[in-house]
Nanobody
Framework: QLQACGGGLVQAGGSLRLSCAAS????????MGWFRQAPGKEREFVAA????????YYAEFVEGRFTVSRDSAKNTIYLQMTSLKPEDTAVYYC?????????????????????WGQGTLVTVSS
């Protein structure tokens, strides 16, 4: 139900825009998140956006480089990534909960989300 795309190979300092399109149901009023998993590491939270874009939340390592947004009419969320670093190399996943979920303390937790996209690989070369 979630299809992520937009990954690729980019040089350090470059930019990429990831997209995650939902199908089969609407998540426009639900929080949706982005996570990533680097080789040999655990999956980690990147960003989340509340329903209808009310609020956005980011992991500390983002440091203002990424922007999460959504187009409710398209049932799609985006992750605009700039100033990419080699350590940003990972498979990026989008996620959505099955039920409406509120509370910023819950958004960074993988257990908050029930639906996951297949992942899109981002490789940043030095």
């Amino acid at each position: 139900q979630l299809q992520a795309c937009g990954g690729g190979l980019v040089q350090a300092g470059g930019s990429l825009r990831l997209s995650c399109a939902a199908s089969g149901r609407t998540f426009s009023t639900y929080v949706m998140g982005w996570f990533r998993q680097a080789p040999g590491k655990e999956r980690e939270f990147v960003a989340a956006i509340e329903g209808d874009g009310r609020g956005t939340y980011y992991a500390e390592f983002v440091e203002g480089r990424f922007t999460v947004s959504r187009d409710s009419a398209k049932n799609t969320i985006y992750l605009q990534m700039t100033s990419l670093k080699p350590e940003d190399t990972a498979v990026y996943y989008c996620a959505a909960p099955d039920l409406p979920t509120y509370g910023s303390s819950l958004y960074p937790l993988a257990t908050t989300y029930d639906y996951w996209g297949q992942g899109t690989l981002v490789t940043v070369s030095s």
